[in-house]
């Protein structure tokens, strides 16, 4: 029956979702009369309208009724003019059955919609209409929380406005961690673009407590009414990779039981699945069985995870499973990671996980050597996993597995990520197989295996042997040195090496010991050996190696033997690309211990007490700009030499270099050899480059270089020193050290006509650089 015409009017939808056998079916009487006859659960009336502005009295009675005498339920509302309402009836009419039994009601929303406010979107109302279902959260896989703590029976604060796409929803408890039930939420499929929705959280979580009622569900309302639409139940799944890395041989090939029933068949160690889909939300009984078992009852292993809708997981079989014949005997188990990953997370980089699955490798650490990265993975035992992906440029690396000290390597791979084409992808890496086979009934060995995403048998990362970067320098200045071949390990590596150049930075065999020999350029042989070396190059270690000293038995004075001077902290580049880092090498034999002072900033003593054949103890890290360097005796005082170092104009910026003192200070006490300078060598090799000869600077020169006269003095005295200068700053004092007199001046003339009859004592800055002499004054 039609409502009245009424001057005033309101919008109202009616939806019926009291889940109570005995509302099956019900009669709505307005105002006394008939309204919806036979009004079905799960059905919903169009908007239609209703008077508004003045009282109604709404009853709800059992279907077939005959009067409004047979009310089970009324509401006298007041609608008010032009707005739009929504009235849904939930709860329980019965008296008994239905646990809990919220009693029979009409939930009124007062701001309904009948399209969406904005043509392209899907804007949605949501409705807790579940008498037994706790308070909730809906969360959407994506967007997160899209309705927070919604109880029995109200309704969302208001409509959520999205894109009409498809969706999946969980229900999940308030804290937003069980979840419900999962949801399809097909918005474009079903073409909903504009439309205006009511979302009804209807039925029994538990039907078996509500007199076997209707199952929950999520049923959605349509403005024009008419039947409920339920959403499709989607099964809540994680995302799941299992790898075999159980080197026991009683484990070659095993069966994975899910929930009892076969999952893999005969998964042979080093292979791994692709990700599969598996159940989320509810306990899972995952049991290990040997290959070709026959049912689950011949278990070996069983875990019992309760998986995480939406989550991704790694899961990696490892460790012994026999009671005899390996040592250790680490029990197996299935080490999980959760938080895996199908593809890295930017496409133009890979991702890597690692996990310790080798039961008889110490705690590890994982070092980069190629770059050189360093340290990437630190102190990592069996059976974890590293606790996040490593997200890596996908290049070439060489990677050092040591001790956890990180001292004794372990052994060293090559990982080829751009060779492989592994961009954009993401893996995990198991350290797998025995390093003592052994003591472990001669099984696999120990290596590093990745597993891809896509599954499948692993793949080996290829064996590398340790490496050290290292440089050669030839700063023997002996004559008969002027060439020399070196060998290594019995072989030759350079021919005809000679004075002043240098190689490289070059690959050499590190971790186990190595026989450099140095002889005269075009031997014929490493038996025509002068001098031999054998190092231990530590792995992934860079080094500097100067050849100093004179090989001559006479003809050199002093004659210090000749040798290879190691600096084991080399560097191929600046650590800052704005900076040009330094270091510095005394190889002149006949040159005393020296200082180095820079002059022109002036940055004073930048190496303080070098002695041949000596290193700096680390590289100066220098501002790429012009320098002038005094080379001083040990004292500061007794200037040797001085050079310009041009780094801004050689444009030396963001390398690093080996400055070598080279030569002989008085070459007629050597054999007539090169003479004395600063000769650099750069990281690519090649000739030394001599550094400029400077005028030496003030600051090499020695008090007595300042002469005043005459002394004693009467009305003036004059300063004389053999450089030139503009001006120069002077104070006087008295030998109690009182302050006289203070000037600055331009003359070397001194008026001290003012001085009474004594002994003084001047001090003279010029460029920065103190000198002090006494003078008298006479009577």
Sequence with gaps: MPFM??????????????????????????????????????TATPFIDAPAGVPLSIDVAPGNSTSVAQSLYNLTPTLADGQTYILVANGVVSSTGYNPEPAFELSVFAQGRETATDPSLTDILVVHGSTDAPTVDIIEANAGTIVNDISYPSFSPGYLEVIP???????????????????????????????????VASGFLDPAQNSGGASFGLWVVLPTGGDMIPLPAVTPTARVQVIHNCADAAAATVDVYLNGALLIDNFAFRTATPYIDAPAGVPLSIDIAPGNSTSVAESIYNISPTLSAGETYVLVANGIVSASGYNPAQPFGLSVFQGGREIATDPMQTDVLINHGSSDAPTVDVVE????????????????????????????????????????????????????SLQGQALTVLASGFLDPSQNSNGPEFGLWVALASGGNLIPLPTASPTAR??????????????????????????????RTATPFVDAPAGVPVSIDVAPGNSTSVSQSINNFTPTLGAGQTYILVANGI???????????????????????????????????????????????????????????????SFTNSYLELPTADYTLNINDATGTVGVAAYSAPLAALSLQGQALTVLASGFLDPS???????????????????????????????SFTASSMVLYPNPAADYINLDIPFSFERFQATIFDLSGRTISQFDSYSPTIDV???????????????????????????
């Design 165 to 199: 796409e498809d969706y999946i929803i969980d229900v999940r408890d308030a804290s937003g961690t069980v979840t419900v039930a999962s949801y399809s939420a097909p918005l474009q499929t079903l073409g909903l673009t504009g439309t205006a929705l009511t979302v």
């Design 551 to 613: 090989v001559s038995a006479s003809g050199y004075n002093p004659a210090p033997p000749f040798g290879l001077s190691v600096f084991a902290g080399g560097r191929e580049i600046a650590t800052n690309p704005a900076q040009t880092d330094i270091l510095v090498n005394h190889g002149s034999t006949d040159a005393p211990t020296v200082d180095v002072v820079e002059t022109s900033v002036p940055a004073g003593t930048i190496v303080d007490d070098l002695s041949f054949p």
């Design 5 to 42: 015409t009424c001057a005033q009017t309101a919008r109202v939808q009616v939806i019926h979702n009291c889940a109570d056998a005995a509302a099956s079916t019900v009669d709505v009487y307005l105002n006394g009369s008939l309204l919806l006859d036979n009004f079905a659960f799960r």
């Design 669 to 699: 006490q050597n054999s007539n050899g090169p003479e004395f300078g600063l000769w650099v060598a750069l990281a690519s090799g090649g000739n030394l480059i001599p550094l400029p000869s400077a005028p030496l600077a003030v600051q």
């Design 470 to 499: 290292v440089q050669v320098i030839h700063n023997c200045a002996d004559a008969a040195a002027a060439t020399v071949d070196v060998y290594l390990n019995g072989t030759l590596l350079l021919d005809d090496f000679a004075f």
């Design 369 to 420: 050597i190629g770059i050189p990265a360093g340290t990437i993975v630190d102190d990592l035992s069996f059976p974890s996993f590293t606790s996040a992906y490593l997200e890596l440029p996908t290049a070439d690396y060489v990677l050092n597995v040591t001790d956890a000290a990180g001292t004794t390597v372990v052994a060293t791979y090559s990982a080829p990520l751009a060779a492989l």
């Design 753 to 779: 006509s003012s001085l009474s009859a004594g002994v003084y004592l001047m001090n003279v800055n010029l460029d920065g650089t103190a000198y002090s002499q006494r003078f008298v004054i006479g009577n």
